[in-house]
């Protein structure tokens, strides 16, 4: 009976650690599938992106007012996929919201706003969440040059123009196309507001967009 016991014993504890040991080829072989995978990520990439942008336009002086335009670029970037599936990148943009549409104005005066090209650098940090997937935080600045054309109803007009830096914080995700080197992406991002000197009051705009791309990873 003794001797049955621990025979009992040491198959309980030799099932104890094969199974351990199966959980952990497990685990490396999933943490090596998604290393070579998601390595798919590393490397250099030029891509297009295209999508809706919300423009929010405040004055102290006048009735706040909105307005939706298209909004596109293109993009150079690189990234890279590190131990423990963190992916860092870093990439370069030129593109246009192209708004020309948010119209302020009262009894006295009208004032529209206008912006088209803009460019600068997006850091992005995330994880390779799958084989095929990585989510991304995004953190990005901006050169953008804003227009305002002030006409006063009594006849008469003025036009301040501006380049400001902003700042545009986001989320996103990127997916691979299999068999292919193309990956699609959806950014979600919102361009922190940016002041304005205009005729001696100090007007306001606010940005998000949400944006689909494609990109070619050499």
Not at 76 to 83: P, R
Not at 181 to 207: E, F, M, Y
Request: glycine content about 12%; hydrophobic content about 40%; proline content about 3%.
């Amino acid at each position: 009976m003794k001797h049955s016991t621990v025979l009992m014993a040491s198959a309980i504890a030799i099932l104890g650690l094969g199974l351990t040991a199966q959980a952990q080829v497990a685990e490396t072989a999933r943490e090596v599938k998604y290393t070579e995978e998601g390595d798919k990520f590393t490397g250099a990439y030029a891509g297009i992106q295209a999508g809706w942008n919300h423009t929010k336009v405040s004055t102290p002086h006048l009735p706040t007012e909105t307005a939706n335009s298209v909004c596109g670029n293109v993009m150079f970037g690189y990234g890279q996929v590190h131990s423990g599936n963190v992916y860092t990148g870093i990439e370069a943009f030129v593109g246009t919201d192209n708004q020309d549409k948010v119209i302020l104005k009262d009894a006295n005066r009208q004032v529209k706003y206008k912006s088209g090209l803009n460019g600068g650098l997006n850091v992005r940090v995330g994880a390779v969440v799958s084989p095929l997937t990585i989510v991304y935080a995004q953190f990005g600045a901006t050169q953008v040059k804003d227009e305002y054309i002030v006409t006063q109803t009594s006849g008469g007009g003025q036009t301040f123009s501006h380049n400001k830096v902003a700042f545009v914080p986001g989320l996103g995700a990127e997916f691979l196309i299999p068999e292919s080197n193309l990956s699609a992406r959806i950014d979600g991002t919102i361009q922190l507001p940016v002041k304005t000197d205009v005729g001696g009051h100090t007007a306001k705009t606010l940005k998000p967009s949400v944006k689909l791309g494609l990109a070619y990873r050499f």
